[in-house]
């Protein structure tokens, strides 16, 4: 009998969702079971698929959550798996749908987690890393790493608004003294961060104003539509002069990023599947509600400016079928499997457990079984389960998560 585990995943309605049936986690969702009916007025943000205590999934047969089902079957995970992480599953999957903007954030490294958790667990109550992947499944936006330092000397000259709030001296020092550009660009970005609200919101109204003026080229080279949909949704806020010291990349479906310890970054809209440690840690400094940290995320930030293309993660080519994502960590990987219509395709063979959650078409497993891979539906594979895709009327996507060792 082939051992693959169907499971049940659970949504976060942030209210940074979209919509109804307009998001994809509501439709994923809603094919795959694990909601019955779709409100058109609720935010679908998240479809949480691993062990986080925050939101596990469940085995569908038996209503167990998945952490407690692992630690009775902890051989599933695979030898590997078991040495390095324990009897953990260390990753989590989530596919996020994204109408307005996520907060300016970091996440820490594995000690500097520890270290906040032991200081302020209240407010940092995750210790685990959180290095995480995104891999458009739409049109993707999203803030990633600082600009080169000649974009942003160049904003900073451009942009009265930024002289004045930042002073002449300070942006001088950062033109020309080239042997100290990192130090200098933390100083300029923890003043422009800690700046009093009154001083932002009169500055974002005098830089929006003076953006309507522009001719549509000048419009375009500073970002006029980012920065009005930004103080839309976060009126006023210092975040929305973020995307002059970061970089606005644009991903198209299928495309990834890759986001390390202490890497600046906000998504801002459109569809991913999303791959993590299992954590939920977030430093936050602008564009939300919730807790702002500007000291803590200033004092760990990566101020290497790098262009945008640099952000871009590529995959390997496993096959034909398969494009692997393995990023710089051993905590996860991810396989973007697309097999096309009328074919019968074997699963490459992992020695560690893995999540699959298929995105479009249908198979059968194996030509016998009544197993049946579908939209929207999500499940385990132990360790070295060898599964045969039978693909008939139309391709098949799928992404398949797992361990990266």
């Known amino acids: 009998m082939l051992e693959v585990y169907e ?3 659970f949504i ?3 209210l940074w969702g979209k919509r109804g049936s307009e998001s994809e986690v509501s439709r994923l969702s809603l094919a795959g079971q694990h909601i019955e009916s779709i409100n058109e007025e609720q935010y679908y943000a998240e479809l949480w698929m691993g062990a986080h205590s925050k939101s596990p999934s469940i085995l569908k047969n038996s209503e167990q959550k998945l952490s407690d089902w692992i630690n009775d ?3 599933i ?3 590997s798996s078991i040495l390095k992480f324990g009897n953990k599953l260390p990753f989590l999957m989530k596919v996020l749908s994204i109408n307005s903007a996520l907060s ?3 996440h820490p490294s594995k000690d500097r987690a520890e270290e906040l958790h032991k200081q302020f667990p209240e407010l940092y109550p995750d210790s685990n ?6 891999i458009a499944l739409s049109n993707f936006e999203g803030l990633c790493g600082f600009r080169p330092y000649s974009e942003i000397k160049f904003f900073l000259k451009e942009i009265p608004e930024f002289q004045l709030m930042l002073g002449y001296d300070l942006i001088r020092q950062f033109n020309d003294d080239i042997n100290n550009s990192q130090i200098l660009l933390k100083d300029i970005f923890y003043k422009l961060m800690t700046l009093e609200k009154e001083i932002i919101s009169q500055n974002v109204k005098s830089h929006k104003s003076k953006l309507q003026s522009l001719c549509d080229d000048e419009k375009k080279k500073f970002l006029t539509v980012l920065f009005y949909r930004l103080d839309c949704w976060f009126p006023n806020d210092v975040g929305c002069f973020c995307i002059y010291f970061l970089n606005y990349i644009q991903l198209l479906p299928g495309q990834a990023i890759y986001l390390g310890a202490n890497e600046p970054h906000a998504y801002i809209h459109g569809d991913c599947i999303e791959c993590m440690a299992c954590s939920d840690n977030v430093i936050r400094a602008g564009l939300t509600p919730k807790h702002i940290d500007v000291k803590t995320l200033c004092s760990m930030l990566n101020f290497n400016g790098a262009p945008v293309e640099s952000k871009l993660f590529y995959g390997i080519q496993e096959n034909s079928y398969t494009t692997l994502f393995r990023p710089p960590v051993p905590d996860f990987a991810v396989a973007h499997i697309k097999v096309p219509a009328n074919n019968i395709y074997t699963l490459l063979k992992r020695d560690v457990a893995s999540i699959i959650l298929i995105v479009h078409g ?8 009544d197993l049946i ?3 929207g539906k999500v499940f385990l594979i132990p360790a070295n389960k060898v599964v045969q895709l039978h693909v008939e009327i139309e391709f098949l996507e799928l992404f398949q998560a797992f361990v990266n060792l």
């Open 7 to 9: 499971l049940k995943c």
């Open 12 to 14: 976060q309605n942030y």
């Open 73 to 75: 079957n902890e051989e």
């Open 77 to 79: 995970l695979g030898k």
């Open 104 to 106: 300016i954030q970091v």
């Open 129 to 134: 890393h959180k290095p995480e992947m995104a």
């Open 362 to 369: 249908q198979c059968k497993i194996e030509e016998s079984s």
């Open 373 to 375: 891979f579908s939209t």
